[in-house]
Nanobody
Framework: QVQLVESGGGLVQAGRSLTLSCAAS????????VGWFRQAPGKERAFVAA????????YYVESMKGRFTISRDNAKNTVYLQMKSQKPEDTAVYSC?????????????????WGQGTQVTVSS
């Protein structure tokens, strides 16, 4: 089992960058794929990016490629989401999640463990 805690959210001006962290408990963190999802007001939770347990593979929503970068440091049991050139439409609660499987990385149902989420608000 793994517990996840997100941090790094806050208020940021459009065009600026922000990096979120997802800290995990547990000794076998490197065996878990980790995904980032976000939920904007009035919308369903949506996939943002995912990274394999080793960090060798990563995937993004097409519209976020080039602006968002997911990475991980297994020695620190932490996954990061770097977000550049923030837009007001990036405003959402961002949550990280962990899964033993990486094949269905874009599906919410593939993830067994979730953090509580961190709010990101981008002002224009």
């Amino acid at each position: 089992q793994v517990q996840l805690v997100e941090s790094g959210g806050g208020l940021v001006q459009a065009g600026r960058s922000l990096t979120l962290s997802c800290a995990a408990s547990g000794r076998t963190f490197s065996t878990y794929a980790v995904g980032w999802f976000r939920q904007a007001p009035g919308k369903e939770r949506a996939f943002v990016a995912a990274i394999s347990g080793s960090g060798s593979s990563s995937y993004y929503v097409e519209s976020m490629k080039g602006r968002f970068t997911i990475s991980r440091d297994n020695a620190k049991n932490t996954v990061y989401l770097q977000m550049k050139s923030q837009k007001p439409e990036d405003t959402a609660v961002y949550s990280c999640a962990a899964s033993y499987r990486f094949s269905d990385y874009y599906l919410k149902g593939s993830y067994a463990y979730w953090g509580q989420g961190t709010q990101v608000t981008v002002s224009s």
